[in-house]
């Protein structure tokens, strides 16, 4: 077989080849959450918590298993971890059409968080590895091109409900139907990688020490890159708290557009698709900015920008003034995003940097899932309706008391100063 051996191979028609797997992937995962798995769960007659619990437990999937999967793929090669992700992909989401309960669709959404626990870092791992001195600009481009799949999903998801329902609720069956386009979506990203990546396979490093007894080592390392650097925790730390906040509104803009508002299913995957947009539009050039500037002063404004429009979302219910401010909230998670991930990298070594970035990712994930999660908790607290005020503002609080722990804690410089300090 053809082994890979240098970057210009995925720079070229792998790489694109790369981005349409992702899109198709990541169409198919988008499909599967916003707004649809939040009504789906809301159908069984469950509470907020249960519903943030749905939200988020597959993102606790990957809050135990990315770490493992970055190390995976240092041992035995990023394709073929890229290979077991996408088989996730394709094979879970057919459970779906079977999920007669909340706690059938509880167990289905933790295995279906393997899916991007395992293909994520990997991802991430390869375009740091090719990108050179562009990395956050590379980061942000492929993820741009990715989560369009997102942006599509989203509102196809919601347009599909309102279409198959009516003003009726939805029933079990349309649920069903959803899921069964999930299933294709995901199939065909792993049809499309068999062909694109044919005779591309990258060999196990065993010669340089990558081999299977030295797991353990590994994922060592690749913690105490994160937990013992006091300026790599803090970034992580920055992108894991503006996780928190998009799981929760992944879990409760819609249920508060629907039921709250009065917005039908599409609507509320509108206001999601917008908010995807700007953060698709807006991140390449943040990467650039990111590349050419600093990256420490992005992020700690990036958070303001997340944290104001979160705190007013809950105080209207015109769709007008909700749709600029998702529009703003997303303008603040691609310049949080474009850089985090990058000044990690630049922070950690080259050789741990699998490892590295699946620890980065599992701090990602514990944001994400705790979001839904607490988000759930604070609704269940404080009552539904126009108490969704304050549920929202200490999680705006949080945000801001993230960058101001930032601020004081990484020291803010020019990008040519961090490269020269790590």
Known sequence: MKTITNSSEYMGGTFSGLCAVGFLARASYGLARTPVLALFAASFGVGPEAIGFAVAISTVTGIFFKMPAGVLSDVIGRTRTLFIGLGVFAVVPFAYMFVTSYESL???????????????????AVVIEVSG?????????????????????????GFLLTWM??????????????????????????????????????????GNGRTISTVFVQFRNGVKEILFDRRVLLTSNMEGI????????????PIYTVFVC??????????????????????PLMGRISDKHGRASLLFWGMFVCAIPFLLIP?????????????????????????????????????????????????????????????????????????YRIPFAI????????????????????????RQHK
Request: with cysteine; aromatic share 10%.
């Open 315 to 387: 105080w209207f219910k015109d769709l007008k003034v909700l749709l600029l401010l998702a529009a703003v909230f997303g303008l603040g998670e691609a310049i949080v995003t474009s850089s985090a991930a990058a000044l990690v990298s630049d922070l950690c070594r080259e050789d741990n940097l699998g490892s590295a970035m699946g620890t980065f990712g599992t701090i990602f994930d514990v944001g994400h899932a705790s979001g839904p999660i607490l988000a759930g908790f604070l609704i269940g607290v404080f009552g539904t309706g126009i108490d």
């Open 165 to 206: 329902s009516g003003d009726q609720t939805p029933s079990l069956l349309d649920f069903h139907i959803i899921y069964g386009i999930v299933a294709a979506l995901g199939m065909s990203s792993l049809i499309i990688a068999i062909w694109v990546m044919r005779g591309r396979w990258d060999s196990p490093q065993s």
């Open 106 to 124: 509880v167990v289905i959404r933790f295995f279906h968080g393997f899916a991007t626990a395992i293909y994520g870092p990997v991802v991430m």
């Open 262 to 283: 009065g917005f039908s299913a599409f609507e509320a995957g509108l206001l999601w698709g917008v908010q995807i947009a700007v953060t698709i539009l807006s991140k």
């Open 395 to 418: 999680i705006s609080v949080l945000l801001i008391g993230a960058a101001v722990a930032f601020r004081f804690g990484v020291e803010i410089r020019p990008m040519k100063s961090d």
């Open 133 to 157: 001195t562009k990395r956050a600009e590379m980061l942000s481009w492929f993820s741009s091109v990715t989560i369009i799949g997102n942006l599509i999903g989203a509102p196809l998801g």
């Open 242 to 253: 503006q996780n928190l906040s998009v799981g929760a509104l992944e879990a409760f803009l």
